[in-house]
């Protein structure tokens, strides 16, 4: 089976733009996360979608962040303006059961540069 | 909350040398353990993972066993390779009916021949 595909691999944009990154789950998958990791630290929860809806968006940093799963399929996950502190990889994952025993299937990441 | 700590290294070790990343936790409950890895240029990977007390997780010759009393998760290999080269992250995803994956720092390893 296909794993979680994620677009663009490598961003690089300036503060103040616009920036949309897109995640494809493994088919079938009715649960998204997304997480990131800014340089050396912790890989950080930002949200988990369940099919189309947002089951917890606790991590989400501020309203400059807006993810979406429009029709359950993929998600995208649109930064806009972008800050330098915004820099980071940005992970998504994918499970079929939200609950403790279920793994995550993680993608490649997006690696985002804000200059 | 639930957190996790591990070792952070970096750590750069011989080919055939014994390999020990640290990992202990807190959480509430009984939480679902797990090591991740990541190889360069590439996305994360489960390496292992152990769902209850004393389960042992294993994989590519590493181990890890859960242990309730010292709340730890202990990532061990034998003998390393070159191809071990990666950075390591151990995490946890609590009892709830959708709880998050958290991780620790992670911990980036250099195996030299």
């Known amino acids: 089976e296909a794993g979680v595909t994620q677009f663009p691999s490598h961003s690089v944009i300036e503060k103040g733009q616009t920036v949309t990154l897109r995640c494809d789950p493994i088919?079938?998958?009715?649960?998204l996360y997304w997480y990131r990791r800014v340089m050396g630290k912790e890989i950080k929860f930002l949200l988990h979608?369940?099919?189309?809806?947002?089951?917890?968006e606790s991590g989400m940093p501020n309203n400059r962040f807006l993810a979406e799963r429009t029709g359950g399929t993929y998600s995208t996950l649109k930064v806009q303006p972008a800050e330098l502190e915004d820099s980071g990889v940005y992970f998504c994952?994918?499970?079929?059961?939200?609950?403790?025993?279920?793994?995550?299937?993680f993608g490649n990441g997006t690696r985002l540069t804000v200059t | 909350g639930n957190s996790v700590t591990q070792m952070e290294g970096p750590v750069t070790l011989s080919e055939e040398a014994f390999l020990t990343i640290n990992c202990t936790y807190t959480a509430t409950g009984y939480p679902s353990l797990f090591w991740y890895v990541q190889y360069p240029g590439e996305g994360l990977q489960l390496l292992l993972k152990a769902t209850k007390a004393d389960d042992k997780g294993s994989n590519k010759g590493f181990e890890a066993t859960y242990r309730k009393e010292t709340t730890s998760f202990h990532l061990e290999k034998g003998s390393v390779q070159v191809s071990d080269s990666a950075v390591y992250f151990c995490a946890l995803r609590g009892e709830g009916g959708s709880e998050k994956l958290v991780f620790g720092k992670g911990m980036k390893l250099t195996v030299n021949p």
């Open positions: 994952a994918s499970s079929q059961n939200p609950n403790r025993f279920s793994p995550l299937h």
């Open positions: 088919s079938g998958h009715d649960n």
């Open positions: 979608f369940v099919k189309e809806s947002k089951q917890d």
